[in-house]
């Protein structure tokens, strides 16, 4: 059974940077497409990033293209998210889908629904 588990949330400024992780126990993660999702207070979830089990599938939301980047190594998923506004703050959650030949679609990756597993979340709030 594979479990996800993030970290790295916390408190910063406009502008600053943040490291978020998400990391497999269980089994590796290299069979694993992961997205990073977020969750603001009174709002739906939504897709942030997202990348492919072989990382040749690689998405990014339009409201966070060019400051976030997604990457991951074979029991880690990495977001290095830079240039922070407040309207980053939510709870991210990174969450995984099997993808055993790295054929996962990028609207998968965007679709919350085609996760299997999920990580409890953490806590990103971006205030001066």
């Known amino acids: 059974q594979v479990q996800l588990v993030e970290s790295g949330g916390g408190s910063v400024q406009p502008g600053g940077s943040l490291r978020l992780d998400c990391a497999g126990s269980?089994?590796?993660?290299?069979?694993?497409?992961v997205g990073w999702f977020r969750q603001a207070t009174g709002k739906e979830r939504e897709g942030v990033s997202g990348?492919?089990?072989?990382?040749?599938t690689v998405y990014d939301s339009d409201q966070v293209k060019g400051r976030f980047t997604i990457s991951r190594d074979s029991n880690t998923v990495y977001l290095q998210m830079n240039s922070l506004k407040p309207e980053d703050t939510g709870v991210y959650y990174c969450?995984?889908?099997?993808?055993?030949?790295?054929?996962?679609?990028?609207?998968?990756?965007?679709?919350?629904?085609?996760?299997?597993?999920w990580g409890q979340g953490t806590l990103v709030t971006v205030s001066s």
């Open positions: 969450a995984a889908i099997q993808d055993t030949r790295g054929f996962v679609a990028e609207s998968t990756l965007q679709d919350p629904a085609a996760y299997q597993i």
């Open positions: 269980g089994i590796p993660l290299d069979f694993f497409a």
């Open positions: 990348i492919g089990g072989n990382s040749a």
